[in-house]
Structures are given as structure tokens and as C-alpha cells.
């Protein structure tokens, strides 16, 4: 097998571990890999100066926070190119840090009957909204439809699921 794929190899054994676990130590990560910590802590660089690991987060209930889960579907007028929407929309954001807007927990451009979905973390739907009009102030006149859907139970982020679904499950049905 060339370098290179072994070490895009290695680098897919390490994002796994890191998926589950982004705090784990690299001296953690070599054993589980049969690596040694100086290539794992080489590779996690690598990958975050490639952009392939963008960073880490705590993954928080949102009812501990006093908050909720809401998702933002947005569809464009169809006289609107895409691509003018998502310039503008990067050119605005682009600038704006985490710190800034820790309420947007992520923001995707889709195929289907919307062009836009964020995901927000509010305490109510007039907070969600707000973060609608902060994210798309610039280009609201872009804007076709707009629905703002609220979480119930988030049932699974990324890899993990909720521990306390069962309780969740009892509070709402």
C-alpha cells in the first residue's frame, strides 16, 4: 500500500475515535490505533490544517441550557440565482465567530424543496426567529418561504444519542 494511503488510512481510523470521543488524548488514540502518539498528534495537525477536522464541541441538552432546538427552512425565490444567496450569505457570516453566533449550530444548503436549513438553539420561536433575520438580514427580500420547526426530543447529534430519551419520551407522550 502507497504512503499515501496508508496514511489516509490512519487518518480515517483517527477521525472515527474522535467522533465519539473529540477530547480524547492522542497517547489514548495510539493504542486503540496501533499508532504512536507523535503520528496521531502528525495527523490530527494535518487533518485540521486541511480542513478536514473543522473543530470540536460539547454536545449539551438543550434543557439544561433552558433552551431548544429549532430548524430554520428557508426557499429562495426562484429568480434568485443560489449562488448570489450563499455569496451573500458568506460574505456577511464569513466574519462572525462561534462566540458571535453561538446560537447557530449549523447551517446547510440543501437539494430539495428548500435551499437553506439552520439549525438554532433558542429559548423560544421568536428567539429562532431572530436568528433567522441576524443570519439573512442582508437578502431577505430573497426569501420565498420561510418555516420554523421546533425539536421536541433530540433522539441523536453526530454519533451520540440522548441519554435521556426515555425520560423525554414519558414528558411528552
Not at 473529540?22 to 486503540?32: F, Y
Request: net charge positive; aromatic share 10%; glycine share 2%.
Amino acid at each position: 500500500m502507497s504512503k499515501d494511503k496508508t496514511e489516509e488510512k490512519n487518518m480515517r481510523k483517527i477521525v472515527k475515535i474522535l467522533q465519539k470521543d473529540c477530547l480524547m488524548q492522542p497517547s489514548e488514540i495510539a493504542k486503540k490505533t496501533d499508532l504512536t502518539r507523535q503520528t496521531v498528534y502528525r495527523l490530527i495537525k494535518k487533518m485540521k490544517e486541511k480542513n478536514i477536522i473543522w473543530g470540536c464541541r460539547a454536545i449539551i441538552d438543550p434543557e439544561f441550557l433552558d433552551k431548544k432546538i429549532f430548524f430554520i427552512l428557508v426557499k429562495i425565490k426562484p429568480d434568485i440565482p443560489k449562488h448570489e444567496s450563499l455569496i451573500k450569505y458568506f460574505n456577511k457570516n464569513r466574519e462572525k465567530s462561534l462566540k458571535e453566533l453561538p446560537e447557530i449550530l449549523s447551517t446547510h444548503l440543501i437539494n430539495g424543496h428548500f435551499d437553506f436549513i439552520t439549525i438554532v438553539m433558542a429559548e423560544n420561536i421568536i428567539e429562532a426567529r431572530k436568528s433567522f433575520h441576524l443570519i439573512f438580514q442582508d437578502f431577505t427580500y430573497a426569501v420565498q418561504e420561510l418555516y420554523i420547526e421546533e425539536s421536541l426530543i433530540p433522539i441523536r447529534v453526530g454519533s451520540f444519542a440522548d441519554p435521556n430519551i426515555k425520560e423525554k419520551i414519558n414528558k411528552y407522550y
